[in-house]
Nanobody
Framework: QSQLVESGGGSVQPGGSLRLSCTASGFRLEYYSIGWFRQAPGKEREGVLCLRSRDVRTYVEDSVKGRFTISRDNAKNTVYLQMNSLEPEDTAVYYC???????????????????????WGQGTQVTVSS
């Protein structure tokens, strides 16, 4: 069964860091474009960082720019979301998603509801609080 499994969430104080992992089974993640999304209570889901597979070009949402980065370990079939300088506003359930579809603008992967992802992780809670 092909799936994405996330890990690495937790509670952290403002200014702290977390690294989320997203591991694929049943398919090679390196051939897929990746989206990291989050959903806070009472808010719509938002794309925070997306990576286009064919050229590793990324889109980073303004509120996390300079603080969140994405990386891949193809040997582990895993992508990571490194989150630094965390703020209370970053509190949310975080999801990774994977799609084999190409896209002309990477931003579209994060912002367009019509861009389809074939696989979604189960979500992991990130809580930033003092």
């Amino acid at each position: 069964q092909s799936q994405l499994v996330e890990s690495g969430g937790g509670s952290v104080q403002p200014g702290g860091s977390l690294r989320l992992s997203c591991t694929a089974s049943g398919f090679r993640l390196e051939y897929y474009s990746i989206g990291w999304f989050r959903q806070a209570p009472g808010k719509e889901r938002e794309g925070v960082l997306c990576l286009r597979s064919r050229d590793v070009r990324t889109y980073v949402e303004d509120s996390v720019k300079g603080r969140f980065t994405i990386s891949r370990d193809n040997a582990k079939n895993t992508v990571y979301l490194q989150m630094n300088s965390l703020e209370p506003e970053d509190t949310a359930v975080y999801y990774c998603a994977a799609s084999p579809r190409d896209v002309s603008a990477v931003e579209y992967m994060c912002k367009a509801r019509s861009y389809e992802y074939d696989y979604w992780g189960q979500g992991t809670q990130v809580t930033v609080s003092s």
